[in-house]
């Protein structure tokens, strides 16, 4: 017969699967939605695991299985956004430093100065512009869809959307003329 | 000129790249379960909660005993306020009450208890009365509405209008005589004089205009109403006459709050809140100013001298000072999280701004900047008053 330490271990272990089960599908996806929205690898790693846990303590409230994903996007993005509002990001300096090129490597040498321009300005945005982008051009959701993950009216998003645009838009090209 | 699809695609890209870094750089999903199955398997009561716990009922007995001490009580959120900049008092419902407030002295006195639920108010501007609109089924969706008005020195309401009626939005006339509305259903604006009962004035509205807010001309016989769904702002003579547009359409995102425009004193200018910023209309020469803010704007006003125009976005309070050509901003910090009800209104010598954060706003300003912002005393915690002036430089 087990002791305690023997039972506590199997119930983890136990835990554990029905953890891999139910977040295995969409962990890289929640992943790359908190790293985008926070711009920063440490606060999107505590929006990632503050998003699974709360979203397993409530999973009974979730009604139609088929909507898992955009539950959970709607739980990782309020996540980021919540955790994002404490971190203040350092303010853009004219030079790039090696960190944001270290950032966006890839290994199809896609990194251009555009990207970096890209990455420098899109760190900028305050966070709730910063997810809209995410939602609507990275996840693919509508402009209303984006609204009701963010929790906001159809219109303030529109112009969260536009206004980051604009400002990305007007820092390309006054950097690359 | 780098056009919307290129810097979709641009983005795109980027995100795509940057979103597969991110992923290769972030814990491994075993990793993740097992730190996610560890905080969800501690005991929920271990020393460090007991001792929070403790800490917390500390603060809770702590706190009850200072309010008890100041004979303070915790007040219901503030809600459907208004601000009247001409008498420099301030009206306001809150809990199941109407309360008029002296901006001065903050000295308030309860008019009216047991109001079912009131979605608009207002104070006329010889500061003699006050109509407010209850509506029949609560704040959630259109619902048939009653306006009522009270005397500001006590009194039982009186009814103005019959309950089939379903108004969006009212405005007192300058000789404090007459009520516009907005009648959004039948397309009209309505004029209730409430000293002359009566059938009241009603003006047919242009086909198709969606009117929400309605606002006199200080100077004339005339009403400012703005279409809520374009931002299109016309004038229309109340004696008959066609109205003239004073400021076109879909200049910018309209935003879906009914307090959106706002006229000098001298009737020469006015401003319009867009979600993107403030336009404001030189109404001889029709030439319109735009104040663009780079974030989501909730409230404006012109101050009643036509020299400021502030703006009240998600994060913080901007103050724009009007020149010839253009609104500069002027450079102060005034950083503030506001709800969605938040207000803000000029006093009558433009040299003050108060400020309602909101519905959901906490109950404490102290982060504010204490040399440019202070809380009045008034136990209403969420209402502040800010001076500009000395940053506004000469």
Redesign the interface.
């Known amino acids: 017969m087990p002791g305690r330490e023997g039972e506590?271990a199997n119930?983890?272990t136990s835990?554990?699967t029905q953890?891999?089960v139910f977040?295995?599908e969409h962990?890289?996806r929640m992943?790359?939605?908190a790293?985008?929205i926070c711009h920063e690898?440490a606060s999107?790693?505590d929006a990632?695991?503050a998003a699974?846990?709360q979203a397993?303590?409530r999973r009974a409230s979730l009604r139609e299985p088929n909507r898992l994903r955009w539950w959970l996007d709607r739980i990782v993005v309020r996540e980021a956004i919540r955790i994002n509002r404490r971190w203040t990001p350092p303010r853009r300096t004219d030079r790039l430093t090696a960190e944001d090129a270290a950032?966006?490597?890839?290994h199809e040498a896609?990194?251009g100065p555009?990207?970096l321009i890209?990455?420098a300005a899109?760190g900028q945005l305050?966070v709730?512009q910063r997810a809209a982008?995410?939602l609507h051009?990275?996840a693919g959701y509508t402009v209303q869809e984006t609204a009701r993950l963010m929790g906001s009216?159809v219109?303030?998003t529109?112009?969260?959307l536009?206004?980051a645009?604009?400002?990305?838009?007007s820092e390309?090209?006054e950097a690359m003329p | 000129?780098?056009r919307?699809r290129e810097?979709?695609d641009?983005?795109?890209?980027?995100?795509?790249?940057?979103?597969?870094?991110?992923?290769g750089?972030?814990?491994s999903?075993?990793e993740?379960?097992?730190?996610?199955?560890?905080?969800?398997?501690r005991r929920p009561f271990d020393g460090r909660m007991t001792l929070l716990l403790v800490a917390a009922l500390l603060a809770v007995a702590l706190a009850a005993s200072a309010l008890l001490a100041s004979n303070v009580l915790p007040r219901p959120n503030v809600r459907e306020t208004e601000m009247d900049g001409t008498t420099g008092s301030v009206v306001y419902a809150s809990g199941d009450q109407v309360v008029l407030r002296d901006m001065a002295t903050g000295v308030p006195s309860v008019l009216l208890e047991n109001v079912h639920s009131v979605v608009s108010i207002g104070i006329s501007p010889d500061g003699r009365w006050i109509a407010f609109q209850e509506s029949l089924f609560g704040h959630g969706g259109p619902s048939p509405s009653v306006m009522w008005i009270v005397d500001a020195r006590g009194s039982e309401p009186a009814r103005l209008t019959p309950a089939e009626r379903q108004i969006s939005q009212f405005d007192w006339s300058p000789d404090s005589a007459r009520i516009a509305t907005v009648l959004p259903d039948a397309g009209r604006v309505s004029i209730i004089s409430p000293q002359a009962p009566g059938t009241p004035q009603e003006r047919d509205l242009p086909p198709g205009f969606g009117a929400a807010e309605v606002r006199w001309s200080p100077v004339a016989e005339e009403v400012f109403v703005r279409d809520g769904r374009t931002g299109e702002v016309i004038l229309l003579p109340i004696a008959g006459g066609e109205p003239r547009v004073v400021l076109p359409g879909d200049l910018g995102?309209?935003?879906?709050r009914n307090d959106q425009l706002s006229i000098s004193v001298d009737g020469t200018l006015l401003a319009a809140t867009m979600?993107?910023g403030v336009r404001l209309v030189d109404l001889a020469s029709g030439r319109v100013r735009e104040w663009l803010i780079?974030?989501?704007v909730l409230a404006s006003d012109l101050s009643p001298d036509g020299r400021w125009v502030a703006a009240l976005t998600?994060?913080r309070v901007a103050i724009g000072a009007v020149d010839e050509n253009a609104i500069r901003e002027v450079p102060i910090q005034l950083d503030l999280p506001v709800g969605a009800g938040a207000q803000i209104v000029f006093s009558p010598d433009s040299a003050k701004l108060l400020v309602i954060p909101g519905l959901e706003m906490p109950g404490s300003m102290v982060h504010l900047e204490p040399r440019t912002v202070e809380p009045l005393d008034w136990g209403l915690p969420s209402v502040i008053q800010i001076s500009w002036e000395a940053a506004a430089g000469p």
């Not at chain 1, 645009?165 to 838009?169: E, G, N």
């Open positions: 506590s119930a983890t835990l554990e953890l891999s977040f295995g962990y890289s992943t790359r939605l790293a985008l690898p999107a790693e990632v695991q699974m846990e397993w303590r950032r966006l490597r890839d896609r990194v555009a990207r890209l990455d899109f305050p709730e982008i995410v051009l990275h009216a219109e303030t529109r112009s969260r536009r206004l645009r604009q400002r990305l838009r390309l090209q | 000129v780098i919307d810097l979709d641009l983005l795109r890209g980027y995100l795509a790249d940057a979103g597969a870094n991110a992923v750089e972030a814990p999903f075993d993740a379960v097992r730190r996610v199955a560890s905080r969800l398997g995102s309209v935003t879906d979600a993107d780079d974030e989501v998600e994060k």
